[in-house]
């Protein structure tokens, strides 16, 4: 069953991905609107998988994670038992927070997340161990210019 979003999801939507731990009035108020409507909208929302799972964003580096790789994976593999492999390796391991299989010479993309280059290549030698993989490029990211989870409603 398709939901139909309005602007006033559009706006609680909004308000969420602003700041998912503000108050229910809070929400409300910056919407328009009382506490009971805005409910009844988050929870539609949330039984038709709008919205899903709420978590909290860390600060990486000051986690000491300082590392930010983007890893470029090409293989000359593609049968079903060699994917399913490789997408068990990319899941178990938690330094990987993106993985995208591509169009184009580039199968992979991962953004791997590690305290330094050491930290990377621990990741990247246990990762070739365990998968055969054509071709691993790896570019370290200098500086963070833009990250958002936010969709532009």
């Not at 991905?17 to 009971?36: F, H, P």
């Not at 039984?47 to 994976?73: K, M, P, S, Y």
């Not at 390796?89 to 927070?97: D, F, G, I, K, M």
């Amino acid at each position: 069953m398709a939901v139909r979003i309005d602007a006033t999801d559009r706006k609680i939507l909004a308000a969420l991905q602003a700041d998912a731990a503000q108050s229910l009035d809070e929400i409300a108020r910056s919407v328009g609107s009382s506490k009971t409507p805005v409910w009844n909208r988050i929870k539609k929302m949330r039984e038709a998988g709008i919205i899903g799972q709420q978590t909290v964003l860390l600060d990486a580096e000051a986690l000491g994670f300082e590392a930010c790789f983007f890893v470029l994976i090409r293989t000359s593999e593609h049968d079903a038992e060699w994917q399913g492999k490789f997408l068990h390796a990319l899941r178990s391991r938690a330094e990987v927070q993106e993985a995208h299989r591509l169009a184009g010479d580039i199968d992979y993309i991962l953004k791997v997340r590690v305290q330094n280059a050491r930290a990377y290549d621990t990741f990247y030698q246990a990762l070739i161990s365990e998968v055969k993989v054509h071709n691993v490029t790896a570019l370290l990211s200098m500086e963070e210019i833009k990250s958002t989870v936010a969709l532009p409603l």
